[in-house]
């Protein structure tokens, strides 16, 4: 394939597959994560390898259907080899689909963040390419992270868009134009751990999903939840709650931490920072709910006081620097009431029947909120 350019930053190198990189495919083609998240052969072996190499790659590049480049960088033992694959994929119309995948050995050190910025200075030359696009299933946090530190805008999902061994998934989708910025158009919010001597505060995880839904399946938690869509019809999958609840922070819209028991970090809980700024940018509100099992032990005081004291905490020492968090409570949620205010909060207001409640009804909303003593401008 001499038409296959070279392209460098310094660090990694885009190049021609060769024969020298079949041991390295086959090691990432066979890595569980490769085989969750793309379309690789399972089983794969050095015959798909080879094949790979010899045929797959060079008839993309000459049907211009895929311009596939070899990823080159050094792995941890020091030597610089085969760390993935990564092309552009013309689709007619000036647009094109952007794909990659990773060794395991370099993941998670920017390689793929560099390839991509690579491939797309190079691709936005090419004259019949003027938008990439980006696909990927919903839970492939790693390549959605590399979509977002590029600049690509994320659309949203469509549900069971692309197939894998037969089975269509539920799909993220992105795009990037050629002038747009290539940086992140938005924050990702990651919530630090914070704990008490018998509480951990930390983000969620896939494990999570069978606990918390058992928190909003509850008959209470679906009572107070109102007239909410999503909790009306939780999903059968329910991972789905999980990656919810996490695409809500990546897309820098709110902060979610499982409550967790420290000693054995079971979740007992969840609560959520949202609806940043107000008029002045300089307050949230915060939302929780907590496991049948724990309900009476002073979980949400506990880690309200937590969630307040890092919000309220200067952003030079790892805070928010908020000057308020606030609380909307239904009225008749006595016990949610008793937490807040133990907790620190001052009720401010009530909104007659502000509050939707099961599914046809509603309640006073009773606003609280704390102000932060220290809070400078």
């Known amino acids: 394939m001499a038409g296959t350019p070279v392209l460098t930053d310094g660090v990694i190198t885009l190049r021609r597959h060769q024969l020298s990189d079949v041991d390295e495919i086959v090691e990432q083609c066979t890595d569980p994560e490769s085989i969750r998240w793309t379309t690789v052969p399972n089983p794969y072996d050095r015959v798909h390898a080879k094949s790979f190499v010899t045929e797959d790659v060079p008839d ?37 689909e952007i794909a990659f995948g990773l060794h395991p050995a370099v993941r998670g050190s920017g ?5 991509v910025k690579l491939i797309l200075d190079w691709g ?12 990927a299933y919903v839970g492939n946090w790693g390549s959605l992270r590399v979509a977002w530190a590029n600049g690509f805008t994320w659309h949203g999902t469509v549900p069971k868009f692309l197939r894998q061994r037969g089975e269509r998934k539920d799909t993220w989708y992105g795009s990037l134009r050629a002038d747009d910025a290539r940086e992140p158009k938005h924050p990702w919010h990651t ?8 509480l951990r505060l930390r983000p969620h995880r ?15 938690s ?21 990656n919810r609840a996490l695409e809500f ?44 099992e724990w309900r009476g032990r002073g979980v949400v005081t506990e880690s309200l006081r937590m969630l307040t004291e890092w919000s309220f905490r200067a952003k030079p020492d790892g805070g928010l620097g908020l000057r308020r968090v606030s609380l909307g409570i239904a009225g008749t949620n006595k016990a949610s009431r008793y937490a807040a205010e133990k907790a620190g909060f001052i009720q401010v207001a009530t909104l007659p029947e502000g509050f939707p409640i099961s599914e046809t009804g509603f309640d006073d909303e009773v606003i609280y909120h704390q102000l932060n003593p220290s809070w400078t401008d």
């Open 60 to 96: 993309g590049w000459h049907t211009r259907k895929d311009l596939n480049f070899a990823i080159e960088a050094e792995h941890p033992d020091g030597r610089r080899k085969f760390s993935g694959s990564i092309s552009l994929r013309p689709m007619g119309d000036g647009i094109a």
């Open 111 to 115: 390689v793929c963040s560099r390839a």
């Open 124 to 135: 936005f030359q090419e004259p019949d390419i003027d938008v990439v696009v980006w696909y």
């Open 191 to 198: 919530p630090p751990v914070l704990e008490s001597d018998r």
């Open 206 to 220: 896939l494990e999570d999903a069978p606990r918390f839904a058992e928190v909003l399946a509850d008959e209470r």
């Open 222 to 242: 679906r009572h107070f939840a109102g007239r909410a869509p999503w909790m009306r019809n939780l999903p059968p999958n329910k991972e789905q709650l999980i």
């Open 249 to 292: 922070d990546a897309r820098g819209e709110r902060y979610d931490w499982t409550i967790a028991d420290r000693d054995t970090d079971l979740l007992i809980g969840q609560i959520q920072l949202f609806h940043f700024g107000g008029l002045d940018d300089t307050s949230a509100e915060a939302g929780y709910s907590v496991h049948p």
